[in-house]
């Protein structure tokens, strides 16, 4: 999507939330976010913490999931493995993680990822626990 329609896009108010993150746009439309509500369907958004706080800003029930990096030198281990970006693109991820990491206190709950097969079981554990309070 062009930088200009996405602008427009979030002047209509077609956007829950939306940033610019590493010179890139991203967005999560309302609409399709809202249809799934209102049929009664889980709703799960990876997004970042201005994106989550926006949200829990609109919507006072959602529940915020922070997945936190077991450490910072876990997280530079593993970005570095993905040689997928230069030095100073990693040095920035980085730099934005820790800010992210600050406010792992404002999530209802944290997921560690030690081991991504241990945090998806406990974040399916917890979505599970979480519907079950609902009913």
């Known amino acids: 999507m062009q930088d200009q329609v996405f602008r427009e896009l979030v002047d209509q108010g077609k956007f829950l939330e939306w940033a610019l993150v590493h010179d890139h746009y991203y967005g999560t439309p309302r609409d399709d976010m ?29 529940v915020l999931i922070f997945i936190m990096p077991p450490s910072r030198e876990e997280l530079l281990d593993r970005l570095a493995k993905r040689k997928s ?3 100073d693109q990693i040095s920035l991820r980085i ?8 406010h792992c206190g404002e999530y209802d709950y944290c997921v560690i990822n030690e081991n991504v097969d241990t945090a998806a079981a406990d974040l399916v554990d917890l979505v599970f626990r979480l519907r079950n309070q609902k009913g």
Do not use: C, R, W
Not at 35 to 59: F, H, N, P, T, W
């Open 34 to 62: 809202e249809q799934k509500l209102l049929q009664g369907k889980d709703v799960l958004l990876e997004i970042d913490v201005q994106g989550a706080l926006a949200v829990k800003k609109s919507y006072p029930e959602a």
């Open 95 to 102: 730099q934005n993680a820790e800010e992210e990491m600050a």
């Open 85 to 87: 970006e230069s030095l």
